[in-house]
């Protein structure tokens, strides 16, 4: 499987993006997905997961209440929806899969991963 990621780009602090994470290669509904990000100088963080089927998600705390992630099966793709950005959430965006319903919060536990993605979130 490939993922290919989009969305990323310039916004300026309490604006929106919206990230679409596509998979080619075959139907990633068996996989759960899950979204990192990765500053200059340390490690690549988790910040949100999405079962296989759609049905459960999780968020760290300092994205909780702000992103959103979301899944079309149909479509192949995964969406990460990234609103009232902050500073601080600059950085390089990650989406990767794992055969299994649930997402992992460890990057070894992802055996695809889409290229990163800029996110700069200017104050």
């Known amino acids: 499987v490939q993922l290919q990621a989009s969305g990323g780009g310039l916004v300026q602090a309490g604006g929106s993006l919206r990230f679409s994470c596509a998979a080619s290669?075959?139907?990633?509904?068996?996989?759960?997905v899950g979204w990192f990000r990765q500053v200059p100088g340390k490690e690549r963080e988790f910040i949100a997961g999405?079962?296989?089927?759609?049905?459960?998600?999780y968020y760290v705390d300092s994205v909780k209440g702000r992103f959103t992630i979301s899944r079309d099966n149909a479509k192949n793709t995964v969406y990460l929806q990234m609103n009232s950005l902050k500073a601080e959430d600059t950085a390089v965006y990650y989406c990767?899969?794992?055969?299994?319903?649930?997402?992992?919060?460890?990057?070894?536990?992802?055996?695809?991963w889409g290229q990163g993605t800029q996110v700069t979130v200017s104050s």
């Open positions: 990767a899969g794992r055969t299994g319903p649930y997402w992992s919060d460890n990057m070894a536990g992802y055996s695809y």
């Open positions: 290669g075959r139907s990633f509904s068996s996989d759960a």
């Open positions: 999405i079962s296989r089927n759609g049905d459960y998600t």
